[in-house]
């Protein structure tokens, strides 16, 4: 599951810097009235309305891009922060539940343990 986190932090971070710079390659509404007047890009490749077009349709594409990695991300480390963080851990865990259990056929309050002698 290390892999796959990997691949999504990846493909998020790409989708977050894409974003931002589509945003700012994109013209605002204002510069639709330069256009009127002669200063439009009719001639471009993606046509006089196509730019503005294409680059909010892939803008939109990645932002659903960013917002399912982004989701993803969230379940996979939820998932994981509910799982034990390791095989020793999980030892530990079922130790301590078994410490007030009978051990073979002693009971808990005889030991292995020597007790300190008395000072009296």
């Known amino acids: 599951m290390n ?3 990997s691949i999504f932090t990846v493909v998020h971070l ?3 810097i894409a974003i931002v710079v589509l945003v700012l390659l ?3 509404k204002g510069a639709d009235m330069g256009a009127a007047f002669g200063g ?3 001639n471009s490749v993606f046509g006089s309305r196509g730019s503005a077009t294409f680059l909010s349709r892939v803008t939109g594409g990645l932002a659903a891009v960013f917002f399912i990695t982004g989701l993803s991300l969230a379940y996979i480390y939820t998932q994981q922060s509910a799982a034990p ?3 020793m851990a999980m030892e530990s865990a079922s130790e301590s539940s078994d410490a007030p259990t009978l051990q073979g056929n002693k009971s808990t309050s005889e030991s292995d343990i020597p007790t300190a002698p008395s000072t009296e």
Do not use: P
Request: glycine share 14%.
């Open 3 to 5: 892999l796959l986190t």
């Open 14 to 16: 790409v989708a977050a």
């Open 26 to 28: 994109q013209q605002g």
């Open 40 to 42: 439009g890009s009719s």
């Open 85 to 87: 963080r390791s095989v």
